[in-house]
């Protein structure tokens, strides 16, 4: 009569070599994540900006008065201005990269006007504003989770 015995040892047998064979996979896939969490990732600081802008802000509205875009790499506020802008309602188109969010503060004369932000998620947030007197406009961009890209432009509502 024939026996089983011969069938039990082989089922043993694969048992121990899946055994054997599972922490080097384990290895394996631990090594290969841990390249790929060690390989180059383009960051803000190596960033080209225009080409950036050209994505992330292709249009350019007629009658744009202050644009700008750059990298804030830490907490300071960059400022732009622009002189005589006339009274009128306008439109701030604000767009980010990186984590967080970035800060727009618009002023008038020194006297400030609004504060708007955008999430870094690459979208385009747009605030509108108001600007009750010709004057001297400035916008100063900052944010408290640098590093990151930034672009606006303030152009008149439509």
């Known amino acids: 009569m024939p026996s089983r015995l ?3 040892p082989r089922a043993r047998t694969a048992a121990a070599v899946v055994r054997r064979s599972l922490p080097g996979t384990v290895v394996a896939a631990a090594l290969c994540l841990a390249v790929a969490g060690c390989s180059p990732v ?3 600081e190596n960033a080209d900006v225009p080409k950036w802008r050209a994505t992330a802000l292709p249009s350019k509205p007629a009658g744009v008065v202050l644009q700008d875009s750059g990298k804030i790499l830490n907490r300071d506020r960059i400022v732009q201005e622009a002189a005589r802008v006339p009274a009128g ?3 701030l188109t604000a767009v980010c990269e990186g984590t967080g969010k970035a ?3 618009v002023s008038l004369d020194g006297k400030a006007i ?3 932000g955008a999430a870094c998620n690459g979208r385009q947030e ?3 504003i108001t600007l009750p007197a010709t004057g001297r406009v400035e916008i100063s961009s900052s944010s408290v989770d640098a590093p990151l890209l930034y672009a606006y432009q303030l152009a008149p509502a439509k």
């Open 6 to 8: 011969p069938l039990l």
């Open 42 to 44: 383009n960051s803000v």
């Open 89 to 91: 309602s306008y439109v």
């Open 103 to 105: 800060f727009f503060a």
């Open 114 to 116: 609004t504060e708007a």
């Open 126 to 128: 747009t605030t509108k």
